[in-house]
Nanobody, 120 residues
């Protein structure tokens, strides 16, 4: 059974940093694309970043380019989202996802989410 377990969320002041982790288990993900999405209450879920597990090619939404970095550790089957220069508008629940298509939609598996709060 596929499991995606996020961790690393929390409360951080504007300008600070957080690193989210997504531990993946239950199958081989070498052909998958791994994504991070976020959702604030009352808003639509938004694509944030994605990485192809095999090639390492990355994708970002414009609003996080230059501030966020997605990466993966093959040995640990874990995907990371390093978030720097955080802004209040980055506040959301962040979800990890895995899929065969992507990078911006059509994911097959989702984690439970981790809260990131950046007070204004």
């Amino acid at each position: 059974q596929v499991q995606l377990r996020e961790s690393g969320g929390g409360l951080v002041q504007a300008g600070g940093s957080l690193r989210l982790s997504c531990a993946a288990s239950g199958r081989t993900f070498s052909t998958y694309i791994m994504g991070w999405f976020r959702q604030d209450p009352g808003k639509e879920r938004e694509f944030v970043a994605a990485i192809r597990w095999s090639s390492g090619r990355t994708f970002y939404v414009d609003s996080v380019k230059g501030r966020f970095t997605i990466s993966r550790d093959n040995a640990k089957n874990t995907v990371y989202l390093q978030m720097n220069s955080l802004k209040p508008e980055d506040t959301a629940v962040y979800y990890c996802a895995a899929g065969l298509k992507g990078p911006y939609s059509e994911y097959d598996y989702w984690g439970q989410g981790t809260q990131v709060t950046v007070p204004s």
